[in-house]
């Protein structure tokens, strides 16, 4: 059942919405109708959590703006749910509208947005709707991630009189609230300094504030998931929730009803996590280790002993049937295997080793058979993460984290500033030891693979983290072998590909050896450009090593915006153009 599930879920995913709607509530009706037979139990039970989810994506695919209501000029009145993120002078954030005809969850963008632009405020704006669109081809794609976020139309922010804050209106995102003002008291403690962004997303998942740099470094030297909250976290609140529960139920013991000492520590311990998980924004890693610790309390009450591996099958149904749409996020499959390859060691016969190799043992499984997953998805894996892990992870478990989180706790409710700056000072010397390794050349590596090499290297992984001996180490090093030499050279003499940049133009000319673009696509203001978001990307998945020519028709930003970016990605390639580019026309 537990394999059933996702895979039935990532089927009705690539259906069509308005099918899902149509017949998926009926089906449920009667699949609840069929539960009272024992029949149909079985058929019930399983088709079940896969229609829920279909419905759920179905109304979420359905909650989008209309053609009649792009294009158009509003006035609304807005909750801001997700934290602004500025680049240059644009600033982007998620807000739910007042207006209930509209979607749940409108991407905005404002161009010189004011200060004092936070989470949980509530303004009037006066807004340009638009419908979500996708661009085709390599790079980031965005309709998927609005379909995770919830997001069901795009806005920008227009010049007006009426755009300003409404401090006595109710806001509809309270939490983000919340969280907004305790990242704001964290930096107030710390000021401007390196590790602030970094505390605020160790503390409480809030990484708006990482810069370009930081997440350079941190896929860099393969450590993005120090600052995802996840089991390391919850078990650190939970733990201490329980010390302090188990110390209160001795405290009161001697009260005629007072509730055992070891029901109390445990209730106080899902609770914690629980409403640390709520200030966390409810990430799937987050919510994957409550659960999986929420299942383990109550295992421990019932005093039921269940293997891992069903535990975590229990715990990615629970996950899927909380939030169906996060089979697509890179965050769901991440979390869980890596979850997955620490508990590889458990099927083999135990052998008493010491502690050390146990955790080098633990880390280069995790590295292992999460690399292929990573090259899919980010087309990249860092060489130098088992050696950084190895070392960064104890460091961040034993000092930085604790440290952040007692800081943080004691910053928001007490005197504890002291500790959270002790907290930013030892950070500050984890990243630059982050950085130090992040020098050495050569261990960040996008090699040109295919799907086939892919599949087959996870293949390889597997067979290599597993710990029993077969199959053998030839089997694993063959699969391997596609990977590492890379696909075959095509033979085709001139390939000519028109690269959608939206409004704009840019035409990829390849040969054998040579590759020449003809214009560079539109930039916009605030420093983005799809040179960046959509020509690096295709660039690296064709395997091009290089570009040799680049070729602009005329200054215009929808030809030329992404000159600059590509003349720094590509140092030695000959840009040609009729007028001098150093002012791009707009």
């Not at 609770?271 to 640390?276: F, G, I, R, V, W």
């Not at 930013?424 to 040109?448: C, K, N, S």
Request: charge should be positive.
């Amino acid at each position: 059942l537990s394999l059933w599930i996702p895979a039935g879920i990532a089927l009705v995913l690539s259906m069509p919405g308005p099918w899902l709607m149509q017949l998926a509530p009926d089906l449920i009706a009667t699949l609840l109708l069929l539960l009272r037979f024992s029949l149909g139990r079985a058929l019930a039970l399983a088709l079940l959590p896969v229609l829920l989810a279909g419905q759920v994506a179905g109304l979420r695919l359905a909650d989008r703006l209309t053609p009649a209501s792009a294009a158009q000029d509003r006035v609304l009145i807005m909750s801001i749910c997700g934290f602004p993120s500025a680049r240059g002078r644009i600033t982007r954030f998620s807000a739910r509208p007042h207006d209930a005809s509209l979607p749940q969850r409108i991407s905005v963008s404002w161009f010189d947005a004011p200060p004092g632009l936070r989470a949980g405020s509530v303004w009037r704006l006066r807004l340009r709707l638009r419908a979500a669109r996708r661009l085709h081809g390599s790079g980031a794609d965005r309709e998927r991630g609005d379909f995770l976020r919830g997001i069901g139309a795009g806005a920008s922010v227009r010049r007006s009189l009426l755009n300003g804050r409404l401090p006595d209106l109710r806001s509809r995102c309270a939490l983000d609230g919340l969280r907004a003002d305790s990242a704001a008291r964290i930096g107030e403690v710390l000021g401007e300094r390196r590790s602030t962004p970094w505390v605020q997303a160790l503390a409480l998942a809030v990484r708006n504030d990482l810069s370009d740099r930081d997440w350079q470094l941190l896929r860099a030297t393969g450590t993005t998931h120090l600052v995802a909250i996840s089991g390391l976290h919850i078990g650190l609140v939970a733990g201490l929730a329980a010390g302090l529960g188990r110390g209160l139920g001795l405290a009161i013991a001697w009260l005629p009803r007072a509730p055992p000492p070891r029901s109390l520590s445990a209730l106080i311990a899902a609770s914690a996590a629980l409403a640390y998980s709520a200030m966390a924004g409810f990430a799937t890693p987050t919510l994957r280790a409550l659960t999986m610790l929420c299942l383990a309390i109550l295992l421990l009450a019932l005093r039921r002993e269940v293997r891992p591996w069903r535990l975590l099958a229990v715990t990615l149904v629970c996950v899927l049937l909380a939030q169906p749409p996060s089979l697509l996020a890179a965050g769901f499959w991440l979390s869980f295997l890596a979850v997955a390859a620490l508990m590889l060691p458990t099927t083999a016969v135990a052998i008493p080793v010491a502690a050390w190799r146990r955790t080098w043992s633990a880390q280069w499984r995790i590295c292992l058979c999460l690399a292929p997953l990573g090259l899919f998805l980010f087309d990249a894996v860092s060489l130098s993460a088992p050696v950084v892990n190895l070392l960064a992870i104890p460091f961040f478990a034993f000092l930085v984290v604790p440290a952040v989180l007692a800081g943080g706790l004691l910053a928001l409710v007490g005197p504890g500033q002291w500790l959270l700056a002790l907290a930013a000072d030892v950070l500050d010397i984890a990243i630059a030891g982050l950085e130090r390794f992040a020098l050495v050349p050569g261990l960040l590596w996008q090699p040109l693979v295919t799907s086939a090499a892919l599949v087959a290297a996870g293949v390889a992984a597997v067979f290599l983290a597993w710990p029993r001996p077969a199959p053998r180490l030839a089997v694993a090093v063959l699969l391997l072998v596609p990977l590492v030499a890379g696909p075959p050279d095509s033979r085709a003499m001139l390939r000519v590909q028109v690269v959608d940049v939206g409004q704009g133009l840019a035409v990829l000319v390849r040969t054998r050896n040579r590759a020449l673009l003809y214009d560079t696509g539109p930039s916009w203001s605030g420093g983005g450009s799809a040179a960046r978001s959509r020509l690096l990307p295709l660039l690296h998945d064709l395997g091009l090593p290089r570009v040799d020519r680049i070729l602009v028709s005329h200054s215009d930003s929808d030809h030329a915006g992404g000159a600059a970016v590509l003349s720094a990605a590509y140092p030695r390639a000959r840009l040609y153009s009729p007028q001098p580019l150093g002012d791009v026309a707009t």
